[in-house]
């Protein structure tokens, strides 16, 4: 008697896997290029990381489009790649068969990276897709029957004895005794009396659990009872993970929420009802915190930008900041307003700081020497030698410099509430905005520089100005750069031709546009 072959190793086939690239084409450019594992696939070329990004994605749902459905032969493809879960057991114990830990229907799925610079598709099985932090699945295979070999396997009649599907009892043979095709019962006998079907047996629900709160068996409708299983393991494999995920947390605490509320609504449970309450709550705060480690959100599909100052206070202090040096600027002009900026910035905490001749150099200033003692000569500016001495300084011998204004007085209490670990961190964003490479490049003078910093200042998190992106005032504008219109419109198109802002667009009223993605890193959004 030959037993029933279910997927023997050998016979089955790698699962297919397709990976879809974004790189950039070189330094200091926008230009993309998007990249296909498929030897047949060109090279695509695309003039930013927004068409990139939407080429890479069009190109995988082609993919997607294209292939048939996954094949149910097919073992793990991340198999191939060494995962985690596919890996040999070194404790010691005895091995096991390769595939023991895969499990389900082979599916077709596919994860993204969360920074927008790969997407993959890969033939899987169900319970590796639920293992893939953020994998999302796209099809299924239908699960083959068992495959016989050569003879039929048996049936068991209703007494215990094997009988074949091609042998058929006599209805004159005794009870329990096997019959065979090749034995006619004699002629004018009774017909035989048809073979008992076996009844299968009965699965019990998989059961599950998820905060501590088992998943009944029982609990409709079926897709609400696995996703709350679904959800439980999840939970369970992102606490194993080595590092943590906040976005991907939040994701889970949100499905969380919703999936509890349905349950509540199906049992009336008002204590459901409260720990979906308390999951909207902690995806909220997880979310963030997420933004504030990141120092943005995502604008639409994009990815989330790393900003140079990462969290919202630290956006705060820059803008009080630069209001202050409006309020009390001790010269008129945009070159003394940019230098006064920058003093303040390196001495707001105690008054004192340090300072090298390429700070001042570096500007962009028509005259630094005669500047540097205009502020000398009106008091605003304190140094122990000379303004010559001070433009030869190196940063192995910095010259000490004093704003009196700022040094604090007895009580303690000075114009700026920021300690002395965010100094550095507020003149350091400073610098990196007024010597932008592109900036230097074109040898912008002051005013554009100057112009530049007060945007970054005020934009929303995607780069679009004012609060909302609905533009700035003019007369807001006016108190931070001093320029007429006239001359504003000229510094507009100084920062345009540097990369820095598009589509600005000057009314009588507002400045509206958006600054480029590539200064977005220095950006302090507005909340």
Request: aromatic fraction near 4%; glycine fraction near 10%; proline fraction near 9%.
């Amino acid at each position: 008697m030959t037993q029933a072959v279910v997927g023997d190793p050998g016979e089955r086939v790698p699962g297919r896997w397709w990976t879809v690239r974004l790189d950039a084409v070189g330094r200091g450019g926008t230009a993309v290029r998007v990249t296909c594992s498929r030897p047949a696939c060109a090279e695509q070329r695309l003039p930013s990381t927004a068409d990139g990004r939407a080429a890479a994605v069009a190109h995988l749902k082609a993919h997607l489009r294209a292939v048939p459905a996954p094949r149910a032969e097919a073992y793990c493809a991340c198999r191939a790649e060494n995962c985690r879960t596919h890996l040999p057991d070194t404790t010691g114990r005895p091995a096991r068969t390769e595939p023991w830990r895969c499990g389900g229907p082979v599916v077709l799925a596919v994860l993204a990276d969360r920074e927008g610079r790969w997407w993959q598709a890969m033939e899987c099985c169900s319970r590796c897709a639920a293992a893939i932090p953020g994998a999302k699945t796209v099809g299924a295979s239908r699960t083959p029957a068992p495959r016989t070999a050569e003879r039929p396997a048996p049936v068991t009649t209703g007494v215990g004895v094997p009988q074949f599907s091609d042998h058929q009892p006599s209805a004159t043979s005794g009870v329990g005794v096997p019959q065979f095709s090749d034995h006619q019962p004699p002629t004018g006998t009774a017909a035989p009396a048809p073979t008992p079907r076996s009844v299968p047996a009965r699965r019990r629900p998989r059961q599950g659990k998820i905060a501590q709160r088992v998943v009944p068996h029982d609990l409709l409708p079926d897709t609400l009872r696995d996703e709350l299983i679904e959800l439980g393991d999840l939970f369970r494999a992102y606490q194993r993970r080595e590092q943590p995920d906040l976005a991907l947390l939040a994701d889970l605490q949100e499905r969380k929420a919703r999936a509890f509320t349905a349950w509540a609504g199906v049992t009336g449970d008002d204590d459901l009802r409260e720990e979906a309450r308390r999951a909207e709550q902690a995806a909220a705060t997880i979310r963030r915190q997420h933004q504030q480690r990141t120092g943005g959100v995502t604008d639409g599909d994009g990815p989330a930008v790393t900003r140079l100052l990462t969290v919202p206070t630290q956006w705060e202090h820059a803008r009080s900041v630069l209001t202050h040096v409006a309020g009390h600027a001790p010269l008129p002009g945009p070159e003394a307003r940019l230098l006064a900026l920058m003093l303040t910035l390196r001495t707001a905490h105690t008054g004192t700081g340090n300072l090298v001749g390429q700070d001042v150099n570096g500007l962009g200033l028509s005259d630094p020497r005669d500047l540097v003692e205009k502020l000398t000569g009106c008091g605003w500016l304190s140094l122990p030698g000379t303004v010559d001495d001070l433009l030869a300084s190196r940063p192995e011998s910095p010259t000490p410099i004093t704003v009196p204004s700022l040094v604090p007085p007895e009580d303690g209490t000075g114009p700026f509430t920021f300690g002395r670990k965010m100094r550095p961190k507020l003149s350091g964003w400073a610098q990196r905005v007024v010597t932008d490479k592109k900036l230097r490049k074109s040898k912008a003078p002051a005013g554009p520089r100057l112009l530049a910093l007060t945007l970054a200042t005020r934009t929303d998190a995607s780069g679009r100005l004012g609060p909302g992106g609905q533009g700035i005032a003019l007369d807001t504008l006016a108190a931070q750069v001093p320029a007429d219109p006239d001359g504003l419109q000229g510094l507009i198109d100084r920062l345009t031709a540097a990369d820095w802002l598009t589509g600005a667009a000057l009314t009588d009223t507002h400045l509206t546009g958006r600054l480029t993605e590539r200064v977005l890193p220095l950006t302090c959004p507005l909340l």
